[in-house]
């Protein structure tokens, strides 16, 4: 069974643009989870979808953070414009339910705004 | 005060010794806790869960909680070069379908 795939795995990109990060879940997992990390903080939650709604957005920063899944499999982050303190780690997970218990993570995107 | 606070470390433990690893949490944490370890550039991987007060076994990992105290703790036992990682300690954040992590314990195993 292929993991949480998540990619680039790392992108360096200037202030002010704009840049998309990508998850595919586990083949038949409708809970798909964003989490970040930034310098020197926890990981910290951002948004939850079952299928292609959202669950739960509460943990997304601002405005410039957009989150879809359409049709229900991958999912894309879109941060636009990045700000340097949009640099971080960014996790996707997935579970088959709707639980903390069954968290699969990706092995991260890792972000650098300059 | 952190939902869930974890001592940054590092912590620094010679092979073959017992590695103990402590989170304390917030209220607003429910009684469901993750170990995860991570390894530098891969995936959270879940390594141990606990639900009920007392000490919950698994090969060479125990992890205990105290709810009473508010503390979960991960004691390695044996512990090898291969657990060098960094301890993710994890909580549910009651009436949510997420996760609150502490900061993190960087731990190194001394051959």
Same mark, same amino acid.
């Given at each position: 069974?292929?993991?949480?795939?998540?990619?680039?795995? #790392?992108?360096?990109?200037?202030?002010?643009?704009?840049?998309?990060? !990508?998850?595919?879940?586990?083949?038949? #997992?409708?809970?798909?989870?964003?989490?970040?990390?930034?310098?020197?903080?926890?990981?910290?939650?951002?948004?939850?979808?079952?299928?292609?709604?959202?669950?739960?957005?509460?943990?997304?920063?601002?405005? !410039? @953070?957009?989150?879809? !899944?359409?049709?229900?499999?991958? *999912?894309?982050?879109?941060?636009?414009?990045?700000?340097?303190?949009?640099?971080?780690?960014? @996790?996707?997970? *997935?579970?088959?339910? *709707?639980?903390?218990?069954?968290?699969?993570?990706?092995?991260?995107? !890792?972000?650098?705004?300059? | 005060?952190?939902?869930?606070?974890?001592?940054? &470390?590092?912590?620094?433990?010679?092979? $073959? %010794?017992? %590695?103990?690893?402590?989170c304390?949490y917030?209220?607003?944490?429910?009684q469901s806790f993750?170990?995860?370890? +991570?390894? /530098? &550039?891969?995936?959270?991987?879940?390594?141990?869960s606990i639900y009920s007060n007392g000490d919950k076994?698994?090969?060479?990992?125990?992890a205990q909680l105290n709810k009473a105290s508010q503390y979960v703790s991960?004691?390695?036992?044996? /512990?090898?070069? /291969?657990?060098? %990682?960094?301890?993710?300690?994890?909580? $549910?954040?009651? $009436? %949510? +379908?997420?996760?609150?992590?502490? +900061?993190?314990?960087?731990?190194?195993?001394?051959?």
């Amino acid at each position: 069974e292929a993991g949480v795939t998540q990619f680039p795995s #790392h992108s360096v990109i200037e202030k002010g643009q704009t840049v998309t990060l !990508r998850c595919d879940p586990i083949s038949g #997992h409708d809970n798909l989870y964003w989490y970040r990390r930034v310098m020197g903080k926890e990981i910290k939650f951002l948004l939850h979808f079952v299928k292609e709604s959202k669950q739960d957005e509460s943990g997304m920063p601002n405005n !410039r @953070f957009l989150a879809e !899944r359409t049709g229900g499999t991958y *999912s894309t982050l879109k941060v636009q414009p990045a700000e340097l303190e949009d640099s971080g780690v960014y @996790f996707c997970a *997935s579970s088959q339910v *709707s639980t903390v218990y069954g968290y699969t993570f990706g092995s991260g995107t !890792r972000l650098t705004v300059v | 005060q952190k939902e869930v606070e974890q001592n940054s &470390g590092p912590l620094s433990v010679p092979e $073959g %010794a017992i %590695a103990s690893l402590n989170c304390t949490y917030s209220d607003r944490v429910s009684q469901s806790f993750f170990w995860y370890r +991570q390894y /530098s &550039g891969k995936s959270p991987e879940l390594i141990m869960s606990i639900y009920s007060n007392g000490d919950k076994e698994d090969g060479r990992f125990t992890a205990q909680l105290n709810k009473a105290s508010q503390y979960v703790s991960l004691l390695i036992r044996d /512990s090898q070069p /291969s657990d060098s %990682a960094t301890y993710l300690c994890a909580g $549910g954040r009651q $009436g %949510a +379908q997420k996760l609150v992590f502490g +900061q993190g314990t960087r731990l190194t195993i001394n051959p």
